[in-house]
């Protein structure tokens, strides 16, 4: 039974490769054959999840990099309760995006080439999430990398979206880059132990029985951090947080398929998945906590003054995958890991009701939104709950994870992430609900002044001719610039969504609502499921009850000045502007760069001329001089020649006849 | 040592000659002069074959080799001052000169 | 030593000497006639020399084709290329320098070889008249060389008359 899981993630293959090679000049086929892909990996991988629940387990591989003569790493996949649970989440929402997507994207010139990217995504995310050995989460690592690229930049013609998915791709490639050496860091100890090995399973029994440390625990805890350098990177954590924000030029299914709930969740994942080897080197454990913690607070400040409604997610996203981090290098597998499950659906949820927001009325931007709580009342309830949610607001499941994430941190010991992390707990309410209020209550002023058509349809109006006009060989599929059928011009009523777009966000609301109970069910509970052994639910009054009176002050603040408009926002200008700008971090990182590469280039540039050129040009050079010094030998004068001749008769005598008389050279 | 004047004083003598040959042929600058030291070098040459013929033993058949030897040089020689000399008049005509420093149209 | 010897040994320095003055002379003259004439002397004292080392016929011979015809040929050669005087004669000091260390290298390595060598001496130095020898040599032993020393005197000539043709 658990051996399905192999088919789970082959289908979004089979479907990606049908639509790349076959389909792309057909958008509704498309669409069908990557949905009923991710459908039927919906349903194995509920198959999946019960037998692994009934105790199974199965870890499947094959010889794939052969490194010595018997020796060959293995490309295989390890179905556990880990997996199984993340295959279910993953399934989940991918396939509640994909429908969802048949509404936002229609009329798209680029559906079917996103429909295929998508499986693809699928596909790696569910390779990713299933693999047993570092190499083979490395490769699938990439490949959602490659996806998040193609997908932020599915309107490519668009110079920002270009510019983003760029970024993003480039920033994490610096933690990979970490996440790489680590990798070998781990290959080489182990292989100097005798067994070299990237295996899960393997590294956490020699983490276990120590035989890690043979070489110091200096070096595991190198190795460790190194492996945590990617997931700083895909889970955008400081200092690699930059491209996240960025990201929101993709499509919003994209952004809450990828950069909500599944793929920033790798990084967790990968922490997850190392624990054991995480949990001997304390050190280690610490950074993560600390990045962790610090990183949610962070992000938290930057989506106070964020007025893109999807920036205000992406950094809550940013804020709460520090929260993960936290949980983990708290020392709490089970409270990272059960912080991962909930946020992937509240935060897919908010997701999708944005773009819901935005695919009414064509505008991303807080501050042209209100009163739209009157024309589209299922968002308003879905993206309220799921604010809460987020919030920490019980019965919600963003409580319960939340909770057990702030009782491991204050258990740890480290008060002033602790700190940290109860000032996010209101600074999370605050912004997200500000968001809200900013969305659904006040006047409808109409939108956008413009007389344009909605961005959306703009965008893909002027990316449809550029792409007619200059990129024959994209596969436009048969799109023109039609606006499709959610847009609606400024100055209309807005109106809720389709249904193919709603019924996903009323789907997501169950989850949202009640996946915290997991962790109340005793021998069944999430922590149960995970470690394998029953672990009470580790409530904690106090620290609960003060994170509910944070997040109802946050909440009662954002309603005080953007709900009821009762009072003036607090403005301090520098720090507004602080805040504003990200802290600066992209120019820092900027000039940086420049400085770097500009200076390394310049050191190149002066090395090929001088050196490379040097030689070459010597070797020129030398040839003509000596050329010109050999000329002086043919004077055409025979009494030289008979000069020189004479001269090498008497070098000759002197080696055949004088030397041997006195004596020198062999006898 | 200097005497009785034995075979080593002609072909110290003989050596003497050559070397003197060579130096003329090396630092003359007329053709014709060129020439003739290099007549000079075949006499000290030829002055080394005849001794040799004189005090060596020598197979039996062959004692005078040495000055038939010479003989020959001098036939050589003849031959060769007669071409030698046909070629320098002959540059003459063209070059109006018989420096050999100034015929260098092989130079370079 | 006998008187022979001092007698045979004086006239060798003699000899010696006068050859070795006009050979000297040759290369250090000047002047073309000059040193054409000193040659002749060198070549006569060359002929004495043969003399002393009981080479009658080729004493001769030396004589004869040597002094009687080359150096006459040389001596036209240098009537019909007549230098303009003020050209210098000698190569300049480098080259004159190079020349002399060339020279005088080999002749003192050459002379240390030769008297270094155990030469096989035999206990009679030859002490004929050789003519009679020489003739039969000539078309005996030596009949090859004889013949070829012809063509290569015709080929000479016949060398020697094209290239200093008149055009």
């Known amino acids: 039974m658990a051996s399905l899981a192999w088919v789970v993630f082959a289908l979004p293959a089979i479907a990606f490769l049908l639509i790349g090679l076959v389909t792309l000049s057909n958008p509704r086929l498309s669409s069908l054959i990557s949905i009923l892909a991710v459908a039927g990996s919906w349903v194995l991988a509920l198959v999946v999840f019960a037998a692994v629940a009934g105790g199974a387990r199965l870890e499947q591989g094959f010889p794939w990099l052969s490194i010595g003569p018997d020796a060959a790493l293995p490309f295989g996949i390890r179905v556990d309760s880990l997996s199984a649970m993340m295959l279910v989440v993953v399934t989940t929402v991918s396939l509640l995006i994909q429908v969802y997507s048949l509404g936002y994207m229609a009329g798209d010139p680029g559906f079917a080439r996103y429909y295929c990217f998508l499986s693809l995504f699928t596909f790696s995310m569910l390779g990713l999430v299933l693999a047993a050995n570092l190499l083979t989460i490395f490769i699938f690592w990439e490949g959602v990398g490659v996806c998040s690229y193609l997908l932020i930049g599915h309107w490519f013609a668009k110079p920002e979206a270009a510019e983003a998915a760029k970024k993003a791709f480039v920033t994490t490639r610096f933690g990979d880059f970490g996440f790489l050496i680590g990798i070998l860091l781990l290959f080489t100890i182990t292989a100097r132990l005798g067994e070299p090995t990237l295996d899960f399973a393997r590294l956490a029994e020699l983490a276990e029985n120590g035989q890690l440390m043979t070489f110091g625990s200096g070096l595991v805890t190198v190795a460790a951090v190194l492996l945590f350098c990617g997931a700083i990177g895909k889970s955008a954590q400081f200092p690699l947080h930059v491209w996240l924000p960025d990201a929101m030029e993709g499509p919003t299914p994209v952004s809450a398929l990828i950069h909500a709930a599944t793929m920033v969740a790798a990084g967790v994942y990968l922490v997850a998945r190392a624990f054991p080897l995480f949990e001997t080197v304390p050190t280690a454990l610490t950074v993560v ?205 807005p109106h809720e969504s389709p249904a193919v777009m709603s019924i996903p966000l009323l789907i997501l609301l169950v989850p949202t609502l009640v996946s915290g109970f997991w962790a109340l069910l005793g021998p069944a509970s999430f922590a149960a499921f995970i470690e394998g052994k029953p672990e009470p639910f580790r409530f904690d009054p106090v620290v609960g009850g003060l994170s509910i009176v944070l997040a109802v002050l946050g909440i009662g603040l954002a309603y005080l000045i953007y709900g009821a408009r009762a009072m003036r926002p607090i403005s301090v200008q520098p720090l507004y502007e602080l805040l504003a700008h990200k802290y600066w971090i992209d120019e820092i990182y900027n000039k940086i760069m420049d400085v770097v590469i500009l200076a390394g280039a310049q050191l190149v540039f002066l090395f090929d001329l001088r050196v490379i050129d040097g030689i070459v040009d010597g070797i020129g050079r030398l040839a003509v001089g000596i050329g010109y010094t050999v000329r002086t030998l043919q004077s055409g004068r025979v009494q030289a020649y008979a000069m020189v001749v004479f001269g090498g008769l008497l070098v000759i005598m002197v080696f055949t006849t004088l030397l041997p008389l006195l004596g020198v050279g062999t006898r | 040592m200097l005497l009785p004047v034995g075979p080593i004083h002609y072909l110290i003598f003989a050596t003497l000659l050559f070397a003197i040959g060579m130096y003329g042929a090396l630092a003359r600058r007329n053709a014709v002069a060129v020439l003739l030291s290099i007549e000079l070098m075949f006499n000290g040459a030829a002055i080394l074959f005849v001794t040799f013929a004189r005090y060596l033993q020598i197979v039996q058949g062959f004692e005078l080799a040495g000055q038939l030897f010479a003989i020959f040089i001098i036939t050589v020689a003849a031959a060769d001052a007669a071409v030698g000399l046909a070629i320098v008049v002959a540059v003459y005509r063209l070059r109006h000169t018989v420096q050999v420093d100034q015929i260098d149209l092989m130079k370079g | 030593m006998s008187s022979f010897d001092v007698f045979y040994g004086l006239a060798f320095y003699l000899f010696a000497i006068l050859t070795l003055v006009g050979a000297f002379g040759m290369v250090l003259t000047r002047n073309m006639v000059r040193s054409a004439l000193l040659l002749v002397l060198a070549l006569g004292g060359v002929a004495t020399i043969y003399l002393l080392l009981s080479a009658d016929f080729l004493a001769i011979v030396q004589l004869l084709v040597y002094v009687g015809a080359i150096m006459v040929l040389m001596l036209f050669a240098i009537m019909l290329t007549p230098n303009q005087v003020d050209l210098p004669a000698l190569a300049e000091r480098g080259q004159r320098l190079l020349a002399l260390v060339v020279a005088i290298g080999f002749f003192i390595i050459a002379t240390a070889t030769v008297v270094t060598t155990s030469w096989k001496w035999s206990s009679e130095p030859l002490n004929t008249t050789t003519t009679l020898q020489i003739g039969q040599q000539l078309l005996g032993n030596f009949v090859l060389p004889f013949e070829i020393a012809s063509v290569l005197l015709t080929a000479a000539m016949i060398g020697a008359i094209i290239i200093a043709q008149e055009e």
Not at chain 1, 385 to 411: M, N, T
């Open chain 1, 289 to 493: 906590a600390i990045i962790g913690g610090f990183t949610a607070i962070f992000a938290a400040t930057m989506g106070l003054v964020a007025n893109d409604i999807k920036r205000v997610m992406a950094y809550s996203t940013v804020s709460q995958l520090g929260y993960m981090m936290l949980g983990l290098g708290s020392g709490a597998l089970v409270a990272g890991t059960f912080h991962l499950f909930t946020h992937a659906f509240f935060k897919a949820l908010l997701f999708l009701t944005a773009g819901s927001v935005i695919h009414a009325i064509g505008t991303q931007d807080l501050r042209e939104m209100g009163g739209l709580r009157r024309y589209m009342p299922i968002t308003f309830a879905t993206m309220g709950f799921a604010g809460a949610a987020l919030a920490g607001i019980p019965p919600l499941s963003g409580f319960w994870s939340k909770d057990e994430v702030l009782a491991a941190a204050y258990s740890s010991g480290n008060w002033v992430l602790f700190l940290f992390a109860m000032i996010t707990v209101f600074l999370t309410a605050f912004y997200m609900f500000r968001a809200w209020f900013m969305t659904f209550f006040g006047e409808w002023r109409g939108g956008r002044q413009e007389s344009s058509i909605d961005v959306h349809a703009a965008d893909a109006a002027r990316i449809a001719q550029d792409v007619h006009g200059t990129h024959g060989a994209v596969h436009a599929a048969g799109g023109h610039a039609a606006p499709h059928g959610g847009a609606h011009a400024p100055g209309s009523t």
